[in-house]
T-cell receptor, first 116, second 114 residues
Framework: DTGVSQNPRHKITKRGQNVTFRCDPISEHNRLYWYRQTLGQGPEFLTYFQNEAQLEKSRLLSDRFSAERPKGSFSTLEIQRTEQGDSAMYLC??????????????FGEGSRLTVL | AQTVTQSQPEMSVQEAETVTLSCTYDTSESNYYLFWYKQPPSRQMILVIRQEAYKQQNATENRFSVNFQKAAKSFSLKISDSQLGDTAMYFCASNAGNNRKLIWGLGTSLAVNP
């Protein structure tokens, strides 16, 4: 399978706990994006990487959120001291950045977070 | 700043009929791409169709086609011969310049009824 892989698919946690999600992009893709999506809404941009560099972070990304892509391959998104408002689907997507690129994103199946 | 607007939160269509989903966008860029993505219930987001702004010809993918009106900044999606499997949220998105992050509309929930 050469698609975008995310795990865990579903995480249930108690408020105040830390959670970490992992995303493995399509291997030749150099860009990796994290989005958050709540029910019935469109994806909200959180952050993106080109290779290992984090190029942009949304203002929505509080200091409880941190993302890394240490070797330019897989990425992790950690949420510290979770709050009930963090309950959402966290989507990862990857793309190939190039001068002729279309910007098409390939999405994983998402990691659903439920904070009790 | 780029914006993407989908003015139809919900739509329904009978199986085998044709439906058109609306999308308007605003950008000051000259080089951009437009996309329609589909997200079935509890399933992953997939690309339906894309349009390159500098191409006048409307993109077509099987039963899916777009009506791209560049001057009006309009990018509607037509689904012909609707099938039950077309039931999903449909998101319009715009990407200006060199692979910048996509700007998303709020989505249209389409129900195909038997």
């Amino acid at each position: 399978d050469t698609g975008v892989s995310q795990n865990p698919r579903h995480k249930i946690t108690k408020r105040g706990q830390n959670v970490t999600f992992r995303c493995d992009p399509i291997s030749e893709h150099n860009r990796l994006y994290w989005y958050r999506q709540t029910l019935g809404q469109g994806p909200e941009f959180l952050t993106y990487f080109q290779n290992e560099a984090q190029l942009e972070k949304s203002r929505l990304l509080s200091d409880r959120f941190s993302a890394e892509r240490p070797k330019g391959s897989f990425s992790t998104l950690e949420i510290q001291r979770t709050e009930q408002g963090d309950s959402a689907m966290y989507l990862c997507a990857s793309s190939l950045a190039s001068g002729t690129g279309t910007g098409e994103l390939f999405f994983g199946e998402g990691s659903r977070l439920t904070v009790l | 700043a780029q914006t993407v607007t989908q003015s139809q939160p919900e739509m329904s269509v009978q199986e085998a009929e044709t439906v058109t989903l609306s999308c308007t966008y605003d950008t000051s860029e000259s080089n951009y791409y437009l996309f329609w993505y589909k997200q079935p219930p509890s399933r992953q987001m997939i690309l339906v169709i894309r349009q390159e702004a500098y191409k006048q010809q409307n993109a077509t993918e099987n039963r899916f086609s777009v009506n791209f009106q560049k001057a009006a900044k309009s990018f509607s999606l037509k689904i012909s011969d609707s099938q039950l499997g077309d039931t999903a949220m449909y998101f319009c998105a715009s990407n200006a310049g060199n692979n910048r992050k996509l700007i998303w509309g709020l989505g249209t929930s389409l129900a195909v009824n038997p």
